[in-house]
C-alpha cells in the first residue's frame, strides 16, 4: 500500500530541494508522533532552505512539545529574525506570541 509518505518521498527524491516538500514530511511525521524523524527533516530543510520561516516554527514546537524550551527558544529568536529580514509580519507576530508564552 502506498501511503502519504511514500508519494512525499518519491517527490524528494525527484527534487531533494523543494523547501515544500520537505516540509510536507516534517509535517506527516509530526502527525505520526515520529519526533526524530521530523527533526531529521527540519534540520535538512533548514540546511537547504535557511529563509523558511514555518521551519523554525515547527522546530519551536517540536522542540517545546518535548520540554525542551532553551531549544525551543532558539529556534523561535531564529526564525524571528528571518521574519523580521523578509517583512513576514503574520510570521513576526507569531514568534512573538511563541516567544511570549515561553516567558
Known amino acids: ?3 502519504r509518505l511514500d508519494d512525499l518521498f518519491e517527490k524528494y527524491d525527484e527534487n531533494p530541494l523543494d523547501a515544500d516538500i520537505i516540509f510536507s514530511i516534517v509535517k506527516e511525521y509530526m502527525k505520526n508522533n515520529e519526533d526524530e524523524e521530523a527533526e531529521v527533516y527540519l534540520k535538512d530543510l533548514l540546511k537547504k532552505n535557511s529563509k523558511y520561516v514555518q521551519a523554525y516554527i515547527t522546530y519551536g514546537n517540536l ?3 518535548n520540554n525542551e524550551i532553551e531549544d525551543a527558544r532558539y529556534f523561535y529568536q531564529q526564525g524571528l529574525k528571518v521574519a523580521r529580514e523578509l517583512k513576514d ?3 513576526i507576530i507569531a514568534l512573538e506570541d511563541y516567544l511570549d508564552e515561553l516567558e
Open 1 to 3: 500500500m502506498n501511503t
Open 63 to 65: 522542540k517545546e512539545n
Open 89 to 91: 509580519t503574520k510570521a
